[in-house]
């Protein structure tokens, strides 16, 4: 923001009592006027600001432009109400204070509280409008209380002096209650160059020369808010699109019952792709240990190597019909062969022996008990 001399005229008319804004239409004016002068400084501490009041026997000047702002909070803090509002003469005193500002470079800008009705007429005002305008001087108008009877002449007087868009007019409802709190969203402090000019260009409203450690603060939290609302959109949509490609794995097994489990069904699953009359025979995945093995040995006797398919079938019926099963589980070179040619299965395994034996122990006494029967 370019550097600016502003002066605040104050209504400090007897229509000041009136409690229609908390807690009075003084107070809240003196609130809002606070508001508007350390914005403006914090915008750029080199701009200046004066004070001075439109009503009563004379207009004051309370401070002239300075960049203190406890000189400032201090004379504002002072006024009591008393007589009625000139804001013809009050304007024009605004100007010649400007007209003394230091260095001449600076932007020139009043800025008017406006509470009490406007004595000075719309052909007056509209000529005043066109002195301030030729002169480069900008200004912006805060009409609250009266904003109803001044209308008319203020938006006369704002459209007279108006150039660039850089005069504004606010007019404050009288159901608000706080007067600062309607500044803070008006054009005044927009990107439009008004009175409180760049303060909306700092994240959170501060200043990083004024105080570094709190502009740092909201920076990073801002940086935060906006990467977890990034990654958000992109989990939903994502969620959106890939369906059940995007679901959760289901837990791995931690144990070796997993990777039996895994080379079992690798073996069944080659053997199933040549022998097809075997492929319904069961769900591998509600099988158990020994009948996982004991498959996996019947299909690598059955020929699985073999291409053909007659040849496949007549290998698998002389292999049945010639090898005893039982003899085979009952032999452990034969077991230790064919669990080593398993992927991802140690033979030698405690669990793997003892899930072996197990299975010799059963068909073993299965065989026993036909026999028995026999």
Same mark, same amino acid.
């Given at each position: 923001?370019?550097?600016?001399?502003?002066?605040? !005229?104050?209504?400090?008319?007897?229509?000041?009592?009136?409690?229609?804004?908390?807690?009075?239409?003084?107070?809240?004016?003196?609130?809002?006027?606070?508001?508007? !002068?350390?914005?403006?400084?914090?915008?750029?501490?080199?701009?200046?600001?004066?004070?001075?009041?439109?009503?009563?026997?004379?207009?004051?000047?309370?401070?002239?432009?300075?960049?203190?702002?406890?000189?400032?909070?201090?004379?504002?803090?002072?006024?009591?109400?008393?007589?009625?509002?000139?804001?013809?003469?009050?304007?024009?005193?605004?100007?010649?204070?400007?007209?003394?500002?230091?260095?001449?470079?600076?932007?020139?800008?009043?800025?008017?509280?406006?509470?009490?009705?406007?004595?000075?007429?719309?052909?007056?005002?509209?000529?005043?409008?066109?002195?301030?305008?030729?002169?480069?001087?900008?200004?912006?108008?805060?009409?609250?209380?009266?904003?109803?009877?001044?209308?008319?002449?203020?938006?006369?007087?704002?459209?007279?002096?108006?150039?660039?868009?850089?005069?504004?007019?606010?007019?404050?409802?009288?159901?608000?209650?706080?007067?600062?709190?309607?500044?803070?969203?008006?054009?005044?402090?927009?990107?439009?160059?008004?009175?409180?000019?760049?303060?909306?260009?700092?994240?959170?409203?501060?200043?990083?020369?004024?105080?570094?450690?709190?502009?740092?603060?909201?920076?990073?939290?801002?940086?935060?808010?906006?990467?977890?609302?990034?990654?958000?959109?992109?989990?939903?949509?994502?969620?959106?699109?890939?369906?059940?490609?995007?679901?959760?794995?289901?837990?791995?097994?931690?144990?070796?019952?997993?990777?039996?489990?895994?080379?079992?069904?690798?073996?069944?699953?080659?053997?199933?792709?040549?022998?097809?009359?075997?492929?319904?025979?069961?769900?591998?995945?509600?099988?158990?240990?020994?009948?996982?093995?004991?498959?996996?040995?019947?299909?690598?006797?059955?020929?699985?190597?073999?291409?053909?398919?007659?040849?496949?079938?007549?290998?698998?019926?002389?292999?049945?019909?010639?090898?005893?099963?039982?003899?085979?589980?009952?032999?452990?070179?034969?077991?230790?062969?064919?669990?080593?040619?398993?992927?991802?299965?140690?033979?030698?395994?405690?669990?793997?022996?003892?899930?072996?034996?197990?299975?010799?122990?059963?068909?073993?006494?299965?065989?026993?008990?036909?026999?028995?029967?026999?």
């Amino acid at each position: 923001m370019s550097l600016e001399a502003s002066i605040v !005229c104050l209504d400090d008319s007897e229509y000041m009592r009136n409690g229609d804004f908390s807690p009075t239409r003084l107070e809240a004016q003196q609130d809002a006027i606070n508001f508007v !002068c350390g914005s403006k400084l914090q915008a750029n501490p080199e701009s200046t600001v004066a004070v001075m009041t439109m009503a009563g026997g004379r207009r004051e000047v309370l401070t002239t432009l300075t960049g203190d702002m406890g000189k400032i909070l201090t004379a504002v803090h002072n006024v009591r109400p008393s007589g009625s509002l000139d804001l013809f003469s009050g304007i024009q005193i605004a100007q010649l204070v400007l007209k003394h500002r230091q260095p001449k470079h600076l932007k020139q800008r009043i800025i008017a509280f406006v509470g009490s009705p406007v004595d000075a007429t719309v052909k007056e005002l509209e000529k005043l409008g066109q002195k301030l305008k030729k002169s480069n001087i900008s200004v912006d108008i805060i009409s609250f209380g009266e904003e109803e009877a001044n209308s008319e002449k203020l938006e006369a007087f704002i459209k007279a002096v108006n150039k660039d868009d850089s005069s504004h007019l606010v007019t404050v409802p009288s159901g608000v209650r706080v007067l600062s709190d309607a500044l803070m969203t008006s054009d005044m402090f927009g990107s439009g160059g008004g009175a409180g000019g760049g303060f909306n260009d700092f994240a959170g409203g501060v200043d990083p020369s004024l105080d570094p450690e709190m502009a740092l603060a909201l920076r990073v939290s801002l940086e935060e808010e906006r990467e977890r609302a990034r990654k958000a959109g992109e989990l939903e949509g994502g969620a959106a699109d890939g369906g059940a490609a995007t679901a959760p794995a289901a837990a791995p097994e931690s144990d070796m019952d997993a990777d039996l489990r895994a080379a079992m069904a690798m073996s069944m699953g080659d053997a199933m792709q040549v022998d097809p009359g075997t492929a319904g025979a069961g769900d591998v995945s509600a099988m158990t240990e020994e009948e996982m093995i004991a498959r996996a040995m019947a299909m690598s006797m059955a020929g699985v190597e073999d291409s053909g398919g007659s040849a496949a079938m007549e290998v698998e019926g002389t292999a049945e019909a010639q090898v005893d099963p039982t003899q085979m589980l009952q032999d452990p070179s034969f077991l230790s062969d064919v669990l080593s040619g398993l992927e991802g299965v140690d033979p030698d395994d405690a669990e793997i022996r003892e899930a072996v034996s197990d299975l010799a122990s059963k068909v073993e006494k299965k065989d026993g008990d036909e026999g028995g029967g026999k």
